[in-house]
């Protein structure tokens, strides 16, 4: 629960410090990059291989492709992390945390359950969202980035 220590009775409010949450402005860059890479790994996992059609050959797509995209995606969190100080509001990083988290796991969900495009009698199959979603995740994930870093109240 979180405590509040106001400032007294006639002084600026904008004084008051906030305890009991202050440890998750200091750990939300690496619990951040933490559920990036955890939903990297869930669709490396079990996304569905490219099947290729006369050989029936199996390749595992997303294990080629996600994890690049992760990468950056870390980068542009961690670029974001260096702009947080001691004593930041804990609710902003809270909302970059989950925000971040559920677009990685939306890429993660859609890479494995979107359908894959079948082609042909004898068919070859490929999972396309693992090619789209880490794309689109790595931008969202960005924009989130530099609007956080770009948001936050200037102190004078």
Known sequence: MSQAVSAPAGSDRSASVS???AWLS?????LTVGLIWL???LAALFVPDLVSAPEGEHVPLAAIIVWPWAAV???YVLMAGRVRI??????????FTFSIGAIWFVVALASIFAPEIVTGTDPTRVPIAVI?????GTVATG???LHTASARPRRS
């Open 132 to 136: 789209i979603a880490p794309v689109a």
């Open 19 to 21: 305890f009991g949450y």
């Open 26 to 30: 200091a750990l939300a860059p690496g």
């Open 86 to 95: 001691r004593g930041d509001d804990p609710l902003p990083w809270a909302g």
């Open 143 to 145: 924009f989130f980035c």
């Open 39 to 41: 939903a990297t790994l």
């Open 73 to 75: 995606a870390t980068g």
